[in-house]
Nanobody, 119 residues
Framework: QVQLVESGGGLVQAGGSLRLSCAASGRTFSTGDMSWFRQAPGKERQFVGR????????SYADSVKGRFTISRDNAKKTVYLQMNSLKPEDTAVYYC????????????WGQGTQVTVSS
C-alpha cells in the first residue's frame, strides 16, 4: 500500500511563494503519475497539475500555469509543488494523489495541507 503525506502549507501574502512536499512511503511504482489537487471551502476539488512517474513530464491547470512548478526527488520519494506569485484565490487545502496507471483512478491520497494567501 502507498501512503502520501503532504507538508509545507502555511500563510503567505499575495505575491509570495510556498513549496509543498508530498512524501511517499510503502510500495511505490515507476508507472502512472502523481498529481496535485486543491479544494477551497464550498468549492469542488480542482486539478492543479501532475508529473508522470516514468519520465518526469509535467502538465498544469490553466489557472496555475506559469506560476506553479511540479518537480520530484526520486531518492527521497518526494514530489514538490513550487508555488510562486500566489493569489488569494489559491487559498485551499492542497492534496497530492497517485495512481499506478495514467488511465486509472487516483487510489492514493494524502491528508492535505492548508495554504492561505492573504491580500
Amino acid at each position: 500500500q502507498v501512503q502520501l503525506v503532504e507538508s509545507g502549507g502555511g500563510l503567505v501574502q499575495a505575491g509570495g511563494s510556498l513549496r509543498l512536499s508530498c512524501a511517499a512511503s510503502g510500495r511505490t511504482f515507476s508507472t502512472g503519475d502523481m498529481s496535485w489537487f486543491r479544494q477551497a471551502p464550498g468549492k469542488e476539488r480542482q486539478f492543479v497539475g501532475r508529473i508522470i512517474c516514468a519520465n518526469g513530464a509535467t502538465s498544469y491547470a490553466d489557472s496555475v500555469k506559469g506560476r506553479f512548478t511540479i518537480s520530484r526527488d526520486n531518492a527521497k520519494k518526494t514530489v514538490y509543488l513550487q508555488m510562486n506569485s500566489l493569489k488569494p484565490e489559491d487559498t485551499a487545502v492542497y492534496y497530492c494523489a497517485a495512481r499506478t496507471s495514467l488511465f486509472g483512478t487516483y487510489d492514493y491520497w494524502g491528508q492535505g495541507t492548508q495554504v492561505t494567501v492573504s491580500s
